[in-house]
């Protein structure tokens, strides 16, 4: 089945029977009783008023459930045709693979193994490396996070292992110059990888690697997924874009993961509109995302979205060995 036509139908009428979801109840009662307790002392507000103030987000989380569902409908038809199933980001002209492992760059988190072990429970650091060749030996699949300077690669790090001060933070950007591995429940790698920039003295802005993080993601065996952060405070960078291009042509595996979900900027647009105007010039140019998940490190929230995406990662890798 092609999608297009067929799918926003699709889409659309699940759309009317989406409340009665069992999932996405539970959800959204996660959601307003975070909200609830984080209301200020002597404020108090129903749950409907609530509800009225998180719409954007609830408006957000249906429609990405509805599409979830639809298109595992969807592929679930095209694997009974025989069709194979593209779950890539791909550009119209040209299907990328994803290179051998186990991940996927589209919707793999909804065809993947259900997670497990996705708890932290030891995390240290290992080592700094300016070399492929001075980064720890190849055992444990790897998990990349990449992003511009002050995106919050820190906080994020900080946030999903539990550790206040594992990955230094720091108020100026760009501090992190090295490949920095953290060994986590002694099975798998956490790494931190300096963040981008635009050239310098470039007439044209443009994304700059630096040459040793370039080599990691082309060569490093273990990579097994790059967790690409985008501030959904902010409206969409060119230079983001740029990024999520680099990896989809080179055949990076890689997620989105959008930071301070829980900032609004003064004159710009909400979070939610920002993440949305996001994706939507990444269709521009292909004809799937990768999975998008967010989190806010202040506020402790979509911590165990991110660890569950990384075990179910995780255990793709060990069937593909």
């Known amino acids: 089945m092609q999608k297009g036509g067929a799918f926003d139908e699709l889409r659309g009428q699940l759309s009317d029977h989406i409340r009665n979801d069992a999932a996405l109840k539970r959800k959204v009662k996660e959601i307003t009783t975070i909200e609830l307790k984080r209301l200020p002392r002597g404020e108090k507000r129903s749950k409907k008023e609530l509800f009225n103030a998180l719409h954007d987000r609830l408006e957000t989380l249906i429609m990405d459930h509805t ?22 980001l791909t550009r119209p002209e040209a299907t990328l693979e994803p290179r051998a492992t186990g991940t996927d760059l589209g919707n793999g988190l909804h065809d993947a193994p259900r997670a497990t072990h996705a708890r932290v429970k030891t995390a240290e650091y290992v080592s700094s490396a300016v070399t492929l060749a001075q980064c720890p030996k190849a055992r444990w699949p790897e998990f990349a996070v990449i ?4 995106v919050g690669k820190s906080s994020l790090i900080n946030m999903l292992t539990g550790r206040k001060a594992l990955a230094l933070t720091s108020k100026t950007p760009g501090k992190t110059q090295c490949i920095i591995h953290f060994l986590i429940n002694n ?35 273990t990579l097994a997924l790059v967790l690409l952060l985008v501030d959904a405070s902010v409206p969409v960078q060119d230079l983001d874009l740029q990024c999520a291009s680099w990896l989809a042509d080179s055949q990076v595996p890689f997620s989105l993961v959008f930071t301070k979900t829980d900032k609004r900027k003064k004159k710009c647009p909400s979070p939610a509109e920002n993440m949305a105007a996001f994706q939507t010039a990444l269709l521009k140019s292909y004809e799937q995302l990768p999975v998008c998940l967010q989190t806010s490190a ?6 165990q979205d991110v660890l569950n995406h990384i075990a179910q990662m995780r255990a793709l890798n060990k069937e593909d060995l």
């Open 187 to 221: 099975s798998w790698y956490l790494v931190d990888l300096p963040g981008y920039g635009y050239a310098a003295r470039a007439k044209t802005k443009r994304l700059q690697w630096n040459a040793f993080t370039k080599d990691y993601f082309i060569n490093r065996e």
């Open 67 to 88: 599409t979830q569902a639809a298109e595992r409908i969807l592929e679930s038809e095209d694997t009974e045709l025989g069709t194979p199933r593209h779950t890539t």
């Open 298 to 303: 202040e506020r402790d929230t979509g911590r």
């Open 147 to 150: 992003g511009r300077s002050n």
